[in-house]
Structure formats: C-alpha cells, structure tokens
C-alpha cells in the first residue's frame, strides 16, 4: 500500500526544500509556482489520479455482471497515467484494480504477462490485454454503461 506513495512524497518534499530555498533567497514570487508545479506531479503521480480502486476478484465479479473492461494499473507508471487521462470522465466505466494494493490483482497480471507486473493491463471479456490503446479501451465501453 505504501509503496504508491513513495513518489508522490517524494516530489513534495523536494518541492518544499527548493521552495524555502527560494524563499530563504527571497524570490518569493518565484517559490510558489515551484512548489505549486511539485504537489501538481505528486498528485499525478499519486493513487488520487485515479478513481477507486477495487480487489481483483470484486472486479471480475462486477466486470461478468456489466462487461466492463477491468484495468490493472499501479502507481507511477506513466503508461497507466496516460490510459486514466485519455479516457477522461469514461475512466469511471471500468472497474480499477491497484495491483500493488491486491495481490489478487498482481497475480492475475502476472499470468497474463509471463510473470511481469506489466500494466496497465486490460481484461475485456476474460481476454487480457497490455497497455492497448486508450481509443481502444473506450470503445470498448459499451454505450448503456
């Protein structure tokens, strides 16, 4: 569970020393911005980017009674970033599952991806998918969802 929040600490805490750095020198007007620019990525970077996410077997469960796709994503890794960004509000319609929260999850990646966490990995109807397309992801929304 922590392990998805190392970076984002991380980004604030270095952002809040160049900060006071900055502010120590007295560029104040400049050490907001700064520190604005690092809590932006630590955010981006953060589980908080993402909606809430659920254990794996809970998201299959889900995905079987709606069809939703279920993505298996973890914090940091930029290609899950882009696939939340690109489907915009639609990243709700699927079901998220953390896999550094779940081992559940982990594991289901691993057997889809040869033993690699590799993610986002995407499962449409039982069938797993590795870092698809977004444009791909959101149709298979299905429109009544």
Excluded at 66 to 75: F, K, T
Aim: proline share 8%; hydrophobic share 50%.
């Amino acid at each position: 569970m922590m392990r998805g929040w190392i970076l984002p600490v991380l980004l604030v805490a270095c952002g809040s020393l160049v900060a006071a750095a900055m502010f120590v020198r007295g560029s104040f007007g400049g050490a907001v911005p700064v520190l604005l620019m690092f809590v932006l990525l630590a955010w981006v970077n953060s589980p908080l980017a993402f909606p809430r996410s659920i254990g794996a077997v809970e998201a299959q469960r889900r995905s079987v009674i709606d069809g939703r796709p279920i993505v298996y994503w973890r914090a940091g890794c930029k290609y899950c970033l882009r696939l939340r960004f690109r489907l915009g509000r639609n990243a709700r319609r699927v079901h998220w599952v953390d896999i550094w929260r779940d081992p559940a999850g982990a594991t289901t990646v691993r057997a889809a991806n040869g033993g690699n966490e590799t993610v986002p990995t995407v499962v449409v109807a039982g069938e797993p998918h590795v870092n698809p397309d977004p444009e791909w992801v959101r149709a298979q929304l299905s429109p009544a969802t």
